[in-house]
Structures are given as C-alpha cells and as structure tokens.
C-alpha cells in the first residue's frame, strides 16, 4: 500500500462538504489573458519553478496557469494537469498542442474521491490548488495527498478567489494544509485572492 493511499485511509471519517463544481464553458472565461492583470502565472510561479522540475496543476481547467508553468521547467521537465472534468482537458490538450508543450503536459481526469496521483508520491517539486480547493469535497484528504506528491522541501502554492472565500474559510483551509504537515513559508501578495506558498517536511 503506497503512502498516499495509507494517509487516504486515515481521512475515511472526513465527510464531503457541499461543494460547486465551476461548469467547462466557464473554462474559457478562466483561461483569458486579461486575468494576467490580477494573477501573472509568470511572476507568480517564476521565482519557485526551475527547468527540469516535475509539477502538479490540481484542477487545471484549460491551462491557465499549465501552459506556462509547462515553459517554466522545459522540455526537461513534467507537468500532470489534474481536473474533474474531461471537457477541461481535452481543450488543455489542444492548447498544449498548439504551442508545442504537449511533450510536457500529461492530462488526468480525476474522480471527486480519487485525484489520480498515488504514482507520483515523494516525485513532485511544485503543486498548485489554485482557485480550486473551495470546490473540493474532501479537503483535508486533498492536503494529505499534495503532502505525499511533494519531495521534501516541495512546494505547494494555494491561491483562494476572495470573492468566493471569505477571511475566515481561508483561514479554515490554511489549518487544514498545517494538519496535514505542511509548512507555511510565504505570503504571495494578490490583490483579490489568498495565496500562501507551503514547503513539504524535509527529512533529517
């Protein structure tokens, strides 16, 4: 039984919370280019992504912020794009095609129970949960899972809309990321989203 599935087990008391899934045309509107203007994924994964690394998009949509963290680590690299939603993928697909990333990306749909991940344990530097964490049913199962993807010293970069996730849930969603082991080290600085960077435990 691998980590990821062990940590799972414990969470079997953890019931799913109402939740709402963003509908796939909507991926459009979250895939435009103006909202660079409040969330440059260049600046923000930039000075935490290097060529060669192995990242994990959780609930990618259509690639936002995929393609360009796909240039970030090269033809070196890898990036697993995550979503509930086969719609979403299959448009993430075409882009990634499009631009000549698609050697990097590999796409999984996902199930509400299942992220899909269990193979890549101890394997991945940087994890996303973007815009994505106040649409999981079972989140402190979600953290346990980014902890068991992450080498240690990996990152996970959690970004929450403000106009979804209020102070409060968000700092909900932080303690259930501290349960699960993982440390705050960074405040990011949007102005209309939360957003914290959190390392995995190095081991000693």
């Not at 990821?4 to 435009?32: K, N």
């Not at 959690?158 to 960074?186: M, R, S, W, Y």
Request: glycine share 8%; charged share 25%; aromatic share 6%.
């Amino acid at each position: 039984m691998s980590e990821m599935v062990a940590q799972q087990d414990t969470q079997h008391d953890e019931s799913p919370r109402d939740h709402h899934v963003c509908p796939w045309w909507m991926g459009y509107l979250i895939a435009s280019p103006l909202r660079k203007l409040g969330e440059n994924p260049e600046k923000i994964l930039g000075p935490m992504v290097k060529p060669g690394m192995t990242a994990v998009d959780f609930g990618s949509a259509m690639g936002f912020f995929s393609l360009p963290l796909a240039r970030l680590v090269g033809d070196q690299g890898r990036v697993v794009c995550v979503d509930l939603q086969r719609r979403m993928l299959s448009t993430l697909q075409k882009r990634a095609r499009r631009k000549g990333l698609d050697q990097i990306i590999e796409t999984r749909e996902c199930s509400r129970e299942d992220l899909g991940v269990d193979d890549l344990s101890g394997q991945v530097d940087v994890a996303l949960a973007i815009h994505v964490v106040h649409e999981v049913p079972f989140p402190r199962r979600f953290f346990m899972t980014c902890r068991a993807v992450l080498k240690p010293g990996g990152r996970l970069i959690l970004i929450e809309p403000k106009g979804h996730v209020t102070n409060q849930e968000f700092e909900a969603t932080k303690t259930l990321a501290l349960d699960a082991g993982l440390t705050e080290c960074e405040e990011l600085q949007l102005k209309k989203s939360h957003a914290l960077v959190f390392e995995s435990p190095t081991r000693g």
